[in-house]
């Protein structure tokens, strides 16, 4: 079932930005630096993107943006790679609904990051689907819609093209705990081809969240600050990929942690590290 559009309200945040707000699960969508700000942040810079597209040479460059919301990441990413010469980006926006792009496309003007963009945003809408030249190179983007778990550990997921770079921006695990667990992480991490490094960024720093990317098989390092958060996380299938890899220090301060279990099953908890979770984190070659 759709979820109506009146679920949602502009927000003017403390700097004077507009926001998306979902009042269904009462968050606000990129709050206190607004959507621009913090995608550049968090995406287009800590992903390194316009020196990894540039480096592909015009060979296909795919994005997976895991949480679509209101296109705030997506089109950012799209309007700091438009001057690259010859550059060729397939997208995939993953999302239940596409609900709250709906409601921030009659709110544009507003929300100010849609400009130039109206047009294939419409085309994504209405037909799940849009190509289209973007400076001398070209946008492929594409919108899968229902739940991203189920998509992912489908036999459906081994169709889909490997990612060079994720955006991953979930509710919280509190709101939204079947997008933080470990068997979706490690789902993730198996749709990576092992010929082409792929990064993640996303913007929790919770213990809980390191631990569980590190089980899963990734490496994982303190990513920059954004907003009010201090740090954000950085993961990767190649260390060299990853700026500040997580360290001793970090490692002593997760042993003791009271929330470091990852969650198997979709319920939000907080727990120390089990004897078999501390163990396998030990052996993690990140630590050795």
């Known amino acids: 079932m759709s979820i109506p559009v009146s679920n949602y309200q502009l927000v003017q945040l403390m700097n004077g930005s507009w926001s998306v707000r979902s ?7 990129h709050p206190v630096v607004g959507p621009v700000a913090e995608a550049q942040s968090l995406y287009v810079e800590q992903l390194d993107l316009v020196r ?8 296909e460059f795919v994005l997976w943006d895991v949480g679509l919301g209101a296109a705030a990441n997506t089109l950012t990413v799209l309007r700091a790679l438009q001057a690259l010469p010859g550059h060729k980006v397939r997208i995939l926006s993953f999302d239940h609904t596409a609900t709250p792009l709906e409601f921030a496309l009659g709110n544009a003007e507003r ?16 037909h799940g ?4 030249p973007h400076g001398s190179g070209s946008v492929d983007w594409e919108f899968l ?7 992912l550990a489908s036999p459906e997921a081994v169709t889909l093209p490997c990612p060079d770079a994720i955006l991953f921006d979930a509710y919280s695990p509190a709101r939204n705990p079947v997008m933080w667990t470990l068997p979706l ?22 213990t809980l969240l390191r631990v569980t990317l590190l089980l899963a098989g990734w490496w994982v ?12 996380t950085l993961a990767a299938s190649s260390l060299d990929l990853v700026g500040r890899p997580l360290d001793a220090t970090w490692l002593g301060r997760a ?25 396998l984190l030990l052996q993690h070659p990140q630590f050795r």
């Open 23 to 29: 009042l269904a699960e009462g968050e606000t969508f």
């Open 52 to 59: 990894r597209v540039t480096e592909s040479n015009g060979k």
């Open 111 to 126: 929300l100010g990051y849609f400009g130039g963009y109206e047009s294939p945003v419409r085309q994504l809408l209405d």
């Open 129 to 132: 689907q849009v190509q289209f």
């Open 145 to 151: 819609g229902g739940d991203f778990p189920t998509r």
């Open 185 to 206: 992480f490690r789902d993730l991490r198996a749709r990576i081809d092992p010929t082409r490094p792929c990064a993640m960024s996303t913007y929790s720093r919770a």
């Open 221 to 232: 390092g303190a990513g920059s600050a954004t907003g009010e958060k201090e740090e954000t």
């Open 255 to 279: 042993l003791r942690s009271k929330s470091a279990e990852p969650m198997v099953e979709p319920e939000y908890r907080q727990l120390p590290l089990s004897d078999a979770s501390r163990t």
